[in-house]
C-alpha cells in the first residue's frame, strides 16, 4: 500500500497571506488528522476528519481550518498568516474509526512564512 | 487539560547500552498510550501502544507498561543499535481526550 502522501513538501509564503495543505491517506483509510510541529511547542493537534465531517478540533485559531473530500482526501488552510505559522504541519492517516487506533504520518509539508 | 510530560534530551549513548526514557501524563477518563518514532527528514512511526492499564506494548526489542497508578509509561530497550538514533514521542489519545503528545526525546546513540 502506498503511504500517506503531503503536498507540497516545502513552502515559502510572506505574512498575511493564505496558504493550501494536501493529504493524500492510505487507501481504504476514511480519518485523517493534522498536527502543527515546531521546535517550541512541540506536536500539536490541529484537528481530525472522518467521513467529510470535522470529529475533532484542538485550540487553534479560526484562521487554521480543514475539509476533507469524499475520496477521504483532505486538505488545510491557514488565512493570513503569521510568522509564528512556521512550522512542520503533519497530516495522519487514521486506520480504524478514532483517533485512539494507529496513525501513520506522512512526511509533512515545511511551512516557512517571512 | 491533557497532558504528557518526557524526560528531556539529547539521550545520548554507546551501541549496547541500556534505555529509558521516562513518560508520564495526566488525563480524565481512560486513555491509550503511544510511543512514537521520528527519524531524521521523516514523519512519526508508531513504535508500540497500549490501551489500557497493565498493557505491554513491544516492537523491534522497545517495551513499556501501562501504568495506571503512577501515570506513567516508560520506554525501554535492552541493547540500543545506532540505528535506533532518532526522536521518541510520547503520546496519549482517545476519547474524550485529543490526542496530545510530549515534546520528543532525542536518542543519539554512538558506535
Known amino acids: 500500500k502506498a503511504g500517506v502522501t503531503q503536498t507540497p513538501r516545502y513552502l515559502i509564503k510572506t505574512r498575511g497571506q493564505q496558504v493550501t495543505l494536501s493529504c493524500s491517506p492510505i487507501?481504504?483509510?476514511?480519518?485523517v488528522s493534522w498536527y502543527q510541529q515546531t521546535p517550541g511547542q512541540g506536536l500539536q493537534f490541529l484537528f481530525e476528519?472522518?467521513?467529510?465531517?470535522?470529529?475533532n478540533k484542538g485550540n487553534f485559531p479560526g484562521r487554521f481550518s480543514g475539509r476533507q473530500f469524499s475520496n477521504s482526501r483532505s486538505e488545510m488552510n491557514v488565512s493570513t498568516l503569521e510568522l509564528g505559522d512556521s512550522a512542520l504541519y503533519l497530516c495522519?492517516?487514521?486506520?480504524?474509526?478514532?483517533?485512539?487506533?494507529?496513525?501513520?504520518f506522512g512526511p509533512g509539508t515545511r511551512l516557512t512564512v517571512l | 487539560g491533557d497532558s504528557v510530560t518526557q524526560m528531556e534530551g539529547p539521550v545520548t549513548l554507546s551501541e549496547e547500552a541500556f534505555l529509558t526514557i521516562n513518560c508520564t501524563y495526566t488525563a480524565t477518563g481512560y486513555p491509550s498510550l503511544f510511543w512514537y518514532v521520528q527519524y531524521p527528514g521523516e514523519g512519526l512511526q508508531l513504535l508500540l501502544k497500549a490501551t489500557k492499564a497493565d498493557d505491554k506494548g513491544s516492537n523491534k526489542g522497545f517495551e513499556a507498561t501501562y501504568r495506571k497508578e503512577t501515570t506513567s509509561f516508560h520506554l525501554e530497550k535492552g541493547s540500543v543499535q545506532v540505528s535506533d538514533s532518532a526522536v521518541y514521542f510520547c503520546a496519549l489519545s482517545g476519547p474524550p481526550q485529543i490526542p496530545t503528545f510530549g515534546r520528543g526525546t532525542s536518542l543519539i546513540v554512538h558506535p
Open positions: 495522519a492517516s487514521i486506520e480504524g474509526t478514532g483517533v485512539s487506533n494507529e496513525q501513520f
Open positions: 487507501s481504504g483509510h476514511r480519518s
Open positions: 476528519y472522518f467521513s467529510e465531517t470535522q470529529r
